[in-house]
Nanobody, 120 residues
Framework: QVQVVESGGALVQAGGSLRLSCAAS????????MGWYRQAPGKQRELVAG???????NYGYSVKGRFTVSRDNAKNTTYLQMNNLKPEDTAVYYC??????????????RGRGTQVTVSS
């Protein structure tokens, strides 16, 4: 069984920084793409950042230049460094992994999310 767990969410003042982590555990052969998404109350889920197995990254327009995604393959973990946070960054942040299982199939896994609240 595979588990994906986010951590690091908190209440922070505008202009501050946070570092989110997301780790996968269980019967994992490897992880392909890793992605961060967020959803604020009353809004659609949006892509925040993604990183491929070879380290290529992409970012949502609203976070470019402020957020940085990285990964540690040895730890099956991805990180989201968030700087210069704004009140509009307030949301539940989720990570999503494309995990290669021992049966040779890729399967998406998502965590339960971690709350980030930015006060003005």
């Amino acid at each position: 069984q595979v588990q994906v767990v986010e951590s690091g969410g908190a209440l922070v003042q505008a202009g501050g920084s946070l570092r989110l982590s997301c780790a996968a555990s269980g019967r994992i052969f490897s992880i392909n793409d890793m992605g961060w998404y967020r959803q604020a109350p009353g809004k659609q889920r949006e892509l925040v950042a993604g990183i491929t197995a070879d380290g290529s990254t992409n970012y949502g327009y609203s976070v470019k230049g402020r957020f940085t995604v990285s990964r540690d393959n040895a730890k099956n973990t991805t990180y989201l460094q968030m700087n210069n946070l704004k009140p509009e960054d307030t949301a539940v942040y989720y990570c999503n992994f494309a995990i290669l299982l021992q049966n040779g199939l890729y399967k998406p896994y998502r965590g339960r999310g971690t709350q980030v609240t930015v006060s003005s």
